[in-house]
């Protein structure tokens, strides 16, 4: 965790360089070339306050646009959906239902942003795939917790016939 605080920090410098290099030239700032990295920024902020279990920052503490700051939230679901696949092989599936909420509660966030696409870059496509990513460790994880049942029903019957012995 220290070193990806350290990364995060040497990247806001270099996105600082950035922002300040273009703001003279506003249409080169607007291009998208600002968004994608602004956008990628606030992603790793979001997933490491959501891993660390803090609060999320907003985007004006990370000084990132609207849309990349919503973007960034909504890639920021397929990083949660990695720790999430991570901690459940650890065996820890109250974490990964943690996880799962808040994938949920960015999902119905980002859903109610009912904006053209031109002003919030892309958001619905990258929604759509949150979505799908989303889906899929809910179904990860309910197949792990039925596992999880099933092989604890099956010890306890073994534990049940060892004691009849």
Known sequence: MDLAEELMAKAREQLDIAQQAMEPFPSVYHAGFLHDAEKEYAEARATNALIRGTDLPGPEEIGVGDAAYLNGLAEAIGELRRHALDTMRQGNLAR?????????????????????????????????????????????????????????AIAEHQKALDNKA
Do not use: W
Not at 101 to 113: E, K, T
């Open 96 to 152: 990964g239902e943690q996880l799962l909420q808040a994938m949920d509660d960015i999902y119905y966030v980002l859903v109610s942003m009912d904006y053209p696409d031109a002003l919030t870059g892309g958001l619905r496509r990258t929604t759509d795939v949150a979505r799908s990513i989303m889906e899929r460790t809910r179904g990860d994880l309910s197949l792990t917790l039925i596992q999880q049942n099933l092989q604890d």
